[in-house]
């Protein structure tokens, strides 16, 4: 394999083109990259980074076998990649320029992991774990029996400001940058999203869940937010199994959502309600390059 088989652009309607088919065929294990990139299309937001971004292909034998992107973040996100295809990757990045920034890299753990070790090879970058996920896919979906009391509700314009602030409590909780407000929402991660309340009887919301649209036949359920004084009483599932059903009956074939492996609580949750695990995900953050070092790989200039 050469590093010549990856073929990069900064043209997202060239990617697609020639990438699309690849990642729509494994819809659940490539969420990220669909759900991503589908809001890069519709939107073609500034905001994302447009003149930095960079987006990748592997091909051999005529057809794709592996993604990557990389946008304003600097962060490279991948499909699976074996050993050898992850240092050829590494090796083709570490060319462009001295060699091409990068902040850190996300994707199924184990390719995650042999792309961090091979950018250090070929960088003298150390990486540090910073996050873990772990994928789940619906399976026979199995809602709480009884549901708690109370109700499903779409949120409407009139919710705004709380779901501004639910969703600011969800990033502090899990560790990310709780910065929300009204005018950073509409570049957010979490704007094109559909949200449901659990609402009791009076109407209070009790629960949040969000949803993306559908691509590719996937729709992922983020985020999944039930403030403190509130949980332990089946809000979260229950609106949980509300949003993954609404998605069944809209034509979804795959349904998935993202977990901290290490909350017990919630991963015997969704598991309670049918959602099966299927791979564990890690991020890696990377330190700057070695000042001055001559790298093997990189170009100079």
Known sequence: ???????????????LARAGDFLRSRPALHNTQLTVLERLRTRRSNACGAETALFGRLESGGAVRATFYRLASQRVTLTPLTAEQADTLAARLARLGRPLPLSGVTADHDTATTFAEAWQRHTGAAAVAHWRGRLYRLGKLTPPEPDPDGRARAAGPEDHERVIRWCNEFAADV???????????PDSRFADKHFTFWEASDGTPLSMAGSTEMVGGMVRVDPVYTPGRLRGHGYAGAVTAWVSRVALAAGATDVV??????NSTSNALYQRIGYVPIADFTGYQFSEDAPGADHPGAEQG
């Not at 560790?175 to 929402?185: I, M, V, Y």
């Open 1 to 15: 394999m050469r590093t010549d088989d990856w073929h990069l652009t900064d043209d997202l309607d060239e990617f």
């Open 175 to 185: 560790g990310e940058a709780p910065a929300l407000n009204a005018d950073s929402w």
């Open 257 to 262: 959502l993202f977990t901290n492996p290490d």
